[in-house]
């Protein structure tokens, strides 16, 4: 099982990739929770291309994109970019994992 990631706010929230194997640990913090999805990984179109896209479920504009820097293509989270389209779903879901914190609302 991978180590559990928590990100704690100043006024106590946390935040953490949910997983249903892990919500016995869940349910034990204290106080109330809420899961709210943040990102959301479906097939797409874009430029007549099709495959797994991955976007902030709050803003269907933040997506996975390269971008062109420093001479070579780089993975971020941003609206400007081409956006990123996996072949595989597990490939989308990985690079999602790979870049949550980042996919959150603010």
Known sequence: MKPIELMVAPNGDV???YD??????????KGNMTVQRASN???ETVE???????????DPELA???????????RVVSKVGDVLLYS????????EQDHFW???PP
């Open 64 to 74: 996975l994109r390269a971008i062109l820097e420093d001479g070579g293509y780089h």
């Open 102 to 104: 980042e996919l959150l």
């Open 88 to 95: 595989t779903r597990e490939a989308a879901l990985e690079a």
């Open 15 to 17: 935040r953490s990739v």
């Open 20 to 29: 249903d194997s892990r919500l016995q640990v869940f349910e034990g913090l």
């Open 41 to 43: 990984v479906e097939w």
């Open 48 to 58: 007549d291309t099709s495959g797994w896209s991955v976007r902030a479920a709050h």
